[in-house]
């Protein structure tokens, strides 16, 4: 048996403080990863917030951590996390409830329910971007923005302006945060701050729960649709597949939220900055644009043309390639198994190194150049993990290109733009951003 190099570091505390250290460095968490790889190689173990750990990549790594066969691994998240988003969140189900879930909250995320919303996020993106003009935009920030009012909107019916949405964003800023904080429940700290605006954002739920239960406000939106499915705890039968408890609704609203806002602000923002460097992919984008815009002329976007984007999904895709905005898919090893003739114990924490995947030669050479095209031929399974692969595959991924889609058809067909800083930096948090938000200006085109 193969033994795994690498560095337990101290009793008890193992490795955790450089783990946590290398959160605020310039190139983020990743680099955490990446020094020991310069050390130990592809394949290393350390301890990391109190639990053996194991980092790998390759293919053989990914088809075992991913396809979740035999529930040999779950989905392992910081000890934050769980706390945060309630024990009945789709990230902490395993198994048949797992795919129960999954089953419910596709539903109101599949293409046919989105067209629902394609005009909202029409007009958002349209509004958005006529704010640009005449001052400093930070991209980040309004990737941000943006995104939360749809998924607002998309998930409750919430207005894009008002005090509601403020109160909303406010409390969302707080739990998005907690994320990567020390696991501390004393008031003052970032946990404890999340942990209380969960609650506030559980009360404002249950308030429009209550509403829509006495009959007084009729929506068409994600909570309606699980609303019609669901039953409150006691009137629950166990045989009842579509049934939810206001407790399961409330925790996977919020798995929403939380796994859909950072990932599409993050992509959203890395989109536009590798547009920016790479005039000719900017080119070629923009005439694929300017040829729809010449399509539907007066009468606006039509959801047909945004199905219809050949090129921006290969943009899309080169940009979670490169930018690899989640570093490593986490797994905790629920039995004793082996990849690659290394021995993995239950219990411990398998990190599967997909920049390492994203970043392979072989399948992508010159790996740091921005190229759409190596997405115009199907590529081999396992090497591109954009959106993860397997029963845990991001069931967002529809909504994510819808938004980035629109987005990105008015912002070619109107500005173009330039940046007021380069830096590579990268902000303390789990998915990768830019930590100077990308400041540009814009011109009308
Ligand atoms: C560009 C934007 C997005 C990216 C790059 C992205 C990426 C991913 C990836 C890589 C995974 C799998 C992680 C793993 O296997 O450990 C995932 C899972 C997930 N994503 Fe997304 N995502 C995006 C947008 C969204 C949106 C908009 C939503 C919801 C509205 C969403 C909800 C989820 C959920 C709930 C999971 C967990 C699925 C499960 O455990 O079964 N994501 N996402």
Known sequence: ???????????????????????????????????????????????????????????????????????????????????????????????????RLRRLIGEPLSLDALKNYFMFV?????????????????????ASTFTLKVIGNMIMSLEPHGEEQEKFRANFKLISSSFASLPFKIPGTSFYRGLEARNRMYSMLDEIISKRRNGGDLRFDFLQSLLQKHTKEA?????????????????????????????????????IMFLGENPDVLQNLREEHMDIQSRYGETGLTWAEVNNMPYTIKVINETLRRATILPWFSRKAAQDFKIDGLEIKKGWSVNLDVVSIHHDPEVFPDPEKFDPSRFDKPLKSLSFLGFGSGPRMCPGINLAKLEICIFIHHLVCKYKWRPLQNDNAVQPTLVRMPKNKYPIVVEPL
Do not use: C
């Open 235 to 271: 009137e629950m039968d166990k045989e009842d597949e579509e049934k939810l408890t206001d407790k399961q609704l409330k925790d996977n609203v919020l798995t929403l939220l939380v796994a859909g806002h950072d990932t599409t602000t993050a992509a959203l923002t890395w989109l």
């Open 1 to 99: 048996m193969r033994r795994i190099p690498g560095s337990m570091g101290w009793p008890i505390i193992g490795e955790s403080l450089s783990f946590i250290k290398e959160f605020s460095s310039p190139s983020g968490i990743y680099s955490f990863m990446n020094k020991r790889q310069q050390r130990y190689g592809k394949v290393f173990k350390t301890s990391v917030l109190g639990r053996f750990t194991v980092f790998m990549t390759g293919r053989e790594a990914s088809r075992i951590l991913l396809s979740g066969k035999d529930g040999m691994v779950s989905l392992n998240l910081f000890y934050t996390g769980q706390q945060v988003l309630g024990p009945t969140s789709l990230l902490q189900t395993t198994g048949e409830e797992h795919k």
């Open 122 to 142: 029409n007009a958002l993106a349209v509004d958005t971007l006529n704010g640009w003009l005449g001052r400093t935009v930070l991209v980040l920030e309004e």
